[in-house]
């Protein structure tokens, strides 16, 4: 098996933060006290808000909409089914929607290169149950959607594009076919205190990540150290699968929260229907890499009740003859609001 050398450029620690934030009285949830706050998260993902120079290749954009209960609102059956896979804690119910475009490198021709990645959209709703225990994040997930002209990459697209004055992309004709999708995802983040001076803290977030079905299959493990203060508040930034996720839940435990995060992991990939083609159809494909690494930085900031992160992700080569360059460059930027 060739396996290609994993990212492992460390995203530069953002310095800085002001004597007043440092001074910040921290004021935690009173003790067996359940946070009945709901959670809405608006995110897009983009090499746009990155530092790289702007083009459509690869993963192109990335938008999602997620929602995450109060704990009252759980059915008492899936209570008790998290019980049972991770003992005590807080449950919370929850469903996103996501839209993720991919394009070749090659976008302004009418039928691109064959070993250059296949153009896909890729539509998913994703019901979810997570639990939080003191020092632990477990989700287990249901994803339902569909790849293919219905998910409305082109129209997405091109449609933005026609918006901002750019030209329109051209090979979307040759796209993957439709398809209905069906994902099972598990995680889990574990929450490590490290060292507190000066009045900030440090943590790390190990995680660990096994999901199924016939969009992807694959492993996953990564570790997030980050460095500020009220890191209690969640279990780190959230980002679109296959990226590692803290999540959109988080807890106000101080009236001004922040932190500076970095990362890496690396996850084994059986399948990936965006590379790999369509189940049951002949389509396009492109030969994968097995490996696939990532390294992530950035910043969060929890104030008011809202919470505004920042992730620049930098991701290995994905498959054999890809193009510009090492690593392929997205910014994530995401708001959630707790009501």
Known sequence: MNVRSLLLLGATTLA????????????PPAAGTADRAQTWTLQWENASVSTAKLKDRFYTNGLRLGWTSSPDLVPETLRNLGTTLWGAGEAR????????????????????????????????????LVQD???????????????????????????????????????????????????????????????????LETDALPSLTASVGNLRAYLQTGVTIRLGQGLQSDFGPARL?????????????????????????????????????????????????????????????????????????????EFRGQRGGALHQTGALALSVRF
């Not at 039928?111 to 890729?122: F, I, M, Q």
């Not at 910043?299 to 290995?316: D, E, K, N, Q, W």
């Open 16 to 27: 800085g933060a002001t004597q007043a934030a440092a001074q910040t009285p921290a004021v």
């Open 133 to 199: 225990a003191p020092t632990t994040r477990s989700t287990l997930v249901l994803g339902l959607g569909l790849v293919g002209p219905a998910a409305g990459g082109e129209t997405v697209q091109n449609g933005f594009h026609d918006l901002i004055g750019q030209k329109s992309v051209n090979g979307w004709a040759t796209q993957l076919k439709n398809e209905p999708l069906v994902q099972i995802t598990s995680e889990r983040t574990w929450r490590v205190p490290i060292a507190s001076f000066s009045g």
């Open 241 to 317: 699968r296959p990226g590692v996720t803290g999540g959109d839940y988080y807890r106000t435990v101080r009236p001004f929260a922040w932190y500076l995060f970095a990362g890496l992991d690396g996850r084994v990939v059986g399948r990936d229907l965006t590379l790999d083609g369509n189940s049951f159809a002949t389509s396009r494909s492109v030969s994968k890499y097995p490996f696939v690494g990532q390294a992530q930085g950035g910043i969060a900031i929890i104030a008011y009740g809202v919470r505004l992160t920042y992730t620049h992700t930098l991701t290995s080569q």
């Open 93 to 128: 119910i929850s469903f996103d929607l996501t839209h993720q475009i991919y394009n070749p490198a090659d976008t302004a021709a009418i039928n691109p290169p064959l070993r250059d990645r296949p153009y896909a959209g890729v539509l998913m709703g994703n019901f979810g």
